[in-house]
């Protein structure tokens, strides 16, 4: 079914394969997880992984981090190297654009307000009566996943912070980028012929598989934008940034937080959104997208006359 190189696969095996790929790798790299933690600190412990203390938390990260690289990194890579000879190429990972970086990072800025404040949206939605059960569901597991995400972000020392770096910022950055934009997106537009398309479904995926839907709408959100900087760009380097950035500003607030003398649950609650600056950023975002749009036409436009690919 597998055949080497992806002009040969149809995009739907592809798809089998990088599923197939995550699963083994999630399966394979967890139970690793589990047997580096049981070395390293006991079998006890590991039984009572979920109780909370701050050497079980030790322990989920360190699973975390494993299952993660196991999960997104290694299968992404693995599947570019089966459809292409040139698996950097397949990723769009030969290419960067200082420029292009930049004007990332002030958007990044800019749209900040604006997704939290679709954020806050996104807390206050009801479904209909007839859905209580699956609305009932939906905050069970938010409400799971916000304890877990306050635990991991208790960070007492420097040492701490720099592991929620690797562990929520650079590996999800880079693991889900590869996954998600790099093989993902690159299967639903061949599959769909339209790239617009296959960003938007990309980014629902995206967001669907982190389970929290009280914040579905603006992880989806993130997820286009990241498909159309990508798109724009031809380098996986830039959504891998702004990815990072967003991420990044999370631990680092809450590391602030904490230095500061305040609790990670002060970070959780909702502030009152600043409405002129969200509408400022916003229209500055907008004109940085649009002067990004025109400056990776530019700069690909460059590179294809200096690779004589557009010589007659």
């Not at 992806?6 to 739907?12: D, L, Q, T």
């Amino acid at each position: 079914m597998f055949k080497s190189g992806s002009a040969e696969r149809h995009p739907f095996n592809s798809l089998l394969l990088l599923l197939l790929l995550i699963f083994s790798g999630a399966f394979l790299f967890t139970m690793i997880g589990f047997a580096l933690g049981t070395a390293i600190y006991g079998l006890e412990p590991m039984i009572k992984m979920s109780s909370g203390s701050a050497e079980n938390i030790q322990i989920l990260k360190l699973i975390q981090i494993v299952t993660s690289v196991g999960m997104f990194v290694l299968p992404a890579l693995w599947f570019a190297k089966m459809e292409s000879n040139n698996w950097s190429a397949f990723l769009k990972l030969n290419n960067f654009s200082w420029v292009l970086a930049g004007l990332t990072i002030l958007i990044m800025f800019g749209l900040a307000q604006f997704l939290e404040y679709v954020n806050d949206l996104n807390k206050s939605m009801a479904l209909p009566s007839f859905l209580k059960d699956l609305e009932a569901w939906m905050l069970l597991k938010e409400q799971q996943m916000e304890v877990i995400t306050k635990q991991l972000l208790v960070m007492p020392s420097i040492n701490s912070f720099l592991v929620n770096m690797l562990m929520l910022a650079i590996i999800p950055a880079v693991g889900e980028e590869l996954t998600f934009r790099g093989c993902l997106q690159r299967i639903f537009s061949r599959w769909t012929g339209n790239y617009h398309a296959a960003i938007w479904i990309t980014a629902i995926i995206f967001s669907s598989i982190h389970f929290q839907f009280y914040g579905f709408m603006p992880r989806m959100l993130l997820g286009a934008l990241f498909g159309y900087l990508f798109v724009w760009s031809g380098s996986l380097w830039i959504p891998i940034l702004g990815h990072f950035l967003n991420n990044a500003a999370a631990v680092v607030t809450a590391y602030v937080y904490q230095q500061n003398g305040k609790s990670v649950e002060e970070m959780f609650e909702m502030e009152a959104i600043n409405m002129p600056f969200m509408f400022i950023g916003m229209a500055v975002s907008v004109i940085l997208l649009r002067y990004f749009y025109a400056s990776a036409m530019r700069e690909n436009k460059l590179k294809t006359i200096s690779d004589g690919s557009g010589l007659g």
